[in-house]
């Protein structure tokens, strides 16, 4: 028997696990989710308007460090690559990805590993729908909050058991919720957040997710709203169904991190650096070569579509988007 977080670990990142077998979890259209970079360059195009703010407000470091984590196959890096924003040339970029399938992806003007940094640097460290896949302990109102630990049946099948009343309750959680009520606790989240904050000397700890800025939302709301599971790019089955072959995530409680020097949906981060000017400049160049469009009018042109997607109030847009200065 173990706590769900042992089993979550095990279910994603174990020697089975959903992203670290061959032919494991990945990101784009014809994987097992969307993520923002894999919507189109414009993404990247937007996250390097900020890292030339970064760059700038630190004084511009001959040696810029920026480290994305869960990196997938590389497509951020390659959108911001594509952008060229005026921090590339002393930009050092580090992919991290646990799978080597994916890092076998890769471009190849990167660097690609399967672990963070240890030294500490100057530059941004990013993680897109990272800390939502993070194992996290789960707590389950029944008569009083108790956690839920993952045992056997006698067919081998993982059942949920309950333990005893917490206590102390974690200071998150309601002193009651309706019977079944269910709340994620994401330890691992908040230690991750620290370890980045300590790895940057100068710079910013940027964080993209999916979740709720309160705890308290999530017990109030059907758990199988926010703890979910995917593949093949549609939802998947309960989450103690066949370990390994799915992906297993939470909405984020952001209460449960280090509080952040800034709190805004996903929406208002990319228009705070620029994807309005951005698209606008897609519309004029699309507009000029519309008669013998190229590639690049092309690419300008699905500007539109792809900014409609990041900005979705009732999707992408909707994402909560943190950061931690340094």
């Not at 939802?235 to 072959?245: E, K, T, V």
């Amino acid at each position: 028997m173990v706590p769900f977080d042992e089993f979550m670990q095990d279910a994603l990142y174990g020697e089975a696990g959903f992203y670290t077998k061959p032919d494991g979890g990945h990101a784009g259209r014809r994987g097992d989710f969307l993520t923002s970079p894999e919507v189109g360059p414009l993404f990247g195009a937007v996250v390097g308007n900020y890292l030339d703010a970064v760059w700038t407000r630190i004084g511009e470091p001959a040696e810029f460090t920026v480290v994305d984590v869960g990196a997938g196959p590389g497509t951020l890096a390659r959108s911001i690559a594509a952008a060229k924003p005026r921090c590339f040339d002393a930009m050092r970029f580090i992919a991290v990805e646990l799978s080597a399938g994916q890092r076998d992806r890769h471009p190849a003007n990167i660097e690609s590993t399967a672990s963070m940094p240890v030294e500490p640097f100057d530059g941004v460290v990013i993680a897109n729908e990272l800390l939502d896949n993070l194992p996290f302990r789960l707590a389950v109102f029944d008569n009083g909050w108790r956690e839920a630990y993952i045992d056997c049946d006698a067919d081998g099948r993982p059942i949920e058991t309950l333990s005893a009343p917490f206590d102390p309750i974690p200071s998150q959680l309601l002193r009651t919720a309706t019977l079944g009520a269910r709340v994620p606790l994401v330890e691992q989240a908040r230690e991750w957040v620290e370890a980045a904050r300590q790895l940057v000397r100068n710079g910013t700890v940027l964080v993209f997710d999916y979740g709720v800025p309160l705890t308290a939302e999530l017990a109030q709301r059907p758990w199988r709203d926010w703890l979910r599971t995917y593949r093949g790019n549609e939802r998947g089955g309960h989450y103690l169904s066949a370990p390994g072959s799915q992906d297993i995530t939470t909405d984020v409680p952001f209460d449960q991190l280090p509080e952040p020097d800034a709190l805004r949906s996903q929406a208002q981060f990319l228009q705070l650096w620029g994807i309005d000017d951005l698209v606008d400049e897609g519309k004029r160049i699309w507009q000029e070569q519309a008669a013998r469009p190229g590639l690049e009018a092309l690419k300008m042109r699905s500007r539109v579509s792809e900014s409609e997607a990041l900005l979705d109030p009732s999707g992408l847009g909707s994402f909560l988007v943190a950061e931690w200065q340094a």
